[in-house]
Each structure stands twice: as C-alpha cells, then as structure tokens.
C-alpha cells in the first residue's frame, strides 16, 4: 500500500479537503478528488520530505492555544494602529532574530505563526548563521521581539519537533 500511496494520510486529508471546498460529495467529485489525491502524494514523494519527529502533543496544545491568544490580540492590535492613529510617525523596522531550532519541519511552523500573527511577517532565513529577519508593523523594542519569539515560540516548537 505504501508503495502505490506513499502518504495515505496525507491522500485522505486532501480529498476530503477538496471535497469540503467542492460542497458536494457526488461521485464525480470524489473520484477527480481521489486523482489529485493520489497525484499530490506521489508528488510529495518525489521530494523526498526528512522524517519528522513529532513528540510531546500537549506542548503542541499548549502551543496552539499560544498562538490563538496572540493572534486574538494582535489583530486588536493592529486594528487599533489603523482606527486610532496616533499622533507622530509610527516605527515599523526589521529586527534580526538568532534562532537555534534547525528542523525543517519546526523552522516552517515557526514561519507559519509569525506570518500568520498580524502586525509581523517572516522575511528570510539565513541557513548561514541561523537567523531569520522579522519584520514589525509598530516596533519600539528590537530585544522584546527576541525574547518573544525565542521564548514564547521557538522554545515550545524545540521540545515539539527536536
């Protein structure tokens, strides 16, 4: 089974993703559903993606909750730098932040919830000193930004995929 579907799991998920954006579960749609399935697992086999470890659950909970209490307050945030200028010009600048992680899989997470926070975007990765640059929409302290993507995110995403 492995061989003629190397990502069951990952098979199931986007059929039943496309059949959730389909709206119908007729069978035309399950089966052109079922070929790009099968295509999307075969094509994520050809890139060969590295084994992940997926350990400690609840620090992924945790994590999640985190995560969804930051974005709850970061759009509040950013809601109020639009509705409610301040007077004088605001300072969004890029803060270099060192990273320790190096897994794939946790570097990409890490990227996912600092994009998907707003006020904050992921810019680039440097492999060579193992840095990312962040970019804030209202900066006022670069240092603050360090501890809390070292603490709050990289420290939880380590113990979840290391």
């Known amino acids: 089974m ?47 993606p590295p084994r992940m470890r997926f350990r400690r659950p609840r620090a992924a909970l945790e994590l999640a909750w985190v995560v969804l209490k930051e ?13 409610r200028p301040r007077p004088g010009p605001r300072t969004s600048g890029f803060v270099r932040i ?3 992680m190096r897994t794939p899989y946790g570097l990409a997470t890490l990227a996912c919830i600092i994009t998907a926070t707003p006020g ?10 193992n840095s990312m640059l962040l970019h804030v929409l209202d900066l006022i302290d670069e240092e603050e930004w360090v501890r809390i993507v070292k603490g709050r995110y990289e420290k939880p995403l380590m113990e979840i995929f290391q």
Do not use: K
């Not at 003629?4 to 399950?30: D, E, H, Q």
């Open 2 to 48: 492995r061989r003629w579907l190397p990502y069951p799991v990952i098979a199931l998920g986007l059929l039943g993703m496309w059949l959730l954006l389909r709206g119908s579960v007729s069978a035309g749609s399950i089966l052109l559903g079922g070929v790009f399935a099968i295509g999307g697992a075969w094509a994520l086999s050809a890139l060969e």
């Open 71 to 83: 974005i709850v307050r970061s759009n509040d945030a950013v809601a109020r730098i639009i509705l």
């Open 98 to 100: 060192p990273l320790d």
């Open 120 to 129: 904050t975007i992921w810019v680039e990765y440097d492999s060579a000193d």
